[in-house]
């Protein structure tokens, strides 16, 4: 018998759920723009493809340049600071 696969989203598809809001994006969320040290909330939305991890779902962080179409954002988790590559898709002003 095969073993299952552990892969990024198993167990968690209900955690990302959006059944409060609408499932079609429109154009403006994909158009965002930001600056240099804006405060972001990292919100996964739209299709799993290119989504931050999901322990990074909610947290705040600041904007430190742009790469390409995505933003590089600086996440303190405990003393610890983490740069994540995030499409502005699933970036909200905070």
Do not use: C, W
Not at 11 to 37: C, D, M, W
């Amino acid at each position: 018998m095969t073993k299952r696969s552990g892969g990024l989203f198993v167990g968690r598809t209900r955690h990302l759920a959006r059944h409060h809001k609408p499932s079609t994006l429109s154009v403006a969320t994909f158009i965002k723009q930001f600056k240099e040290g804006d405060k972001v909330a990292i919100v996964p939305k739209g299709n799993f493809r290119n989504i931050p991890h999901p322990r990074y779902r909610g947290r705040i962080g600041t904007v430190v340049s742009k790469r390409g179409d995505a933003y590089e954002v600086r996440v303190k988790i405990m003393s610890a600071q983490r740069t994540l590559i995030v499409p502005a898709v699933h970036l909200e002003k905070a």
